[in-house]
């Protein structure tokens, strides 16, 4: 049981720049999509008006800057070193830019395949962000199986419990 809780708390510690990068969008986002309102040849709208520069402008710096934090609390004596994971600069980037174009990406897809803005996409919509950000981090560290897995698990449903609350404070206009 004490072993799973430390997969699990592992696990979340690692991604975590990936869930800031992309959940700050939602409080701090809005404005000027980033396809400019424009379709793509198919009719429909290259993104959406989901997709902003305020929301990228916060999502990359809040990724980076939860992950400067990160760096720092693991270099204080005495952080507890089953949580010590290869930290550093590069996985910080890279989760963030990960999450980040795992979310555009699957808006891009979503669009294609004629889903409205906002419409749900079971499983894309809530593993877009750690899918993009495991793949380009595994660039300098594939995690274990183990907490592959565990990411996978698990956000889902942190990533359905967050957007619920958003919705019920009205920062979200769908609870999913
Ligand atoms: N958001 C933003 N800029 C981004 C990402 C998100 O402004 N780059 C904001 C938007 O207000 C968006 C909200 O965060 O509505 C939630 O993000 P997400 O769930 O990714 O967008 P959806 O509105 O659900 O659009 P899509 O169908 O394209 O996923
Ligand atoms: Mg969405």
């Known amino acids: 049981m004490l072993e799973l809780i430390i997969i699990i708390v592992k ?6 720049p990936a869930y800031i990068a992309n959940g700050l969008p939602l409080a701090l986002g809005g404005g000027t999509p980033v396809d400019f309102g424009k379709n793509f040849i198919d009719g429909y709208r290259v ?3 989901g997709k902003t520069f305020r929301g990228f402008f916060f999502g ?11 760096m720092f609390l693991i270099s204080r004596p005495g952080f507890p070193s089953g949580l010590k994971i290869p ?11 990960g ?9 891009f897809i979503k669009r294609r395949l004629g889903i409205e803005r906002g419409q749900s996409a079971p499983l894309l919509d809530q593993l877009d962000f750690s899918i993009g950000a495991i793949l380009l981090a595994s660039i300098f560290w594939p995690p274990p199986i183990e907490i592959l897995v565990t990411i996978l698990l698990v ?4 990533h359905l419990a967050g957007n619920s609350i958003a919705y019920r404070v009205g920062i979200k206009s769908e609870p999913h």
């Open 60 to 70: 990359f710096w809040g990724g980076i800057l939860t992950g400067r934090f990160q």
């Open 99 to 107: 999450s980040l174009l795992g979310d555009v990406i699957a808006s």
């Open 155 to 158: 956000t889902p449903i942190i």
């Open 87 to 97: 930290w550093g600069w590069e996985i910080v980037l890279l989760l963030t830019i």
């Open 47 to 49: 993104l959406g008006d």
């Open 11 to 16: 696990s979340v510690w690692f991604i975590f």
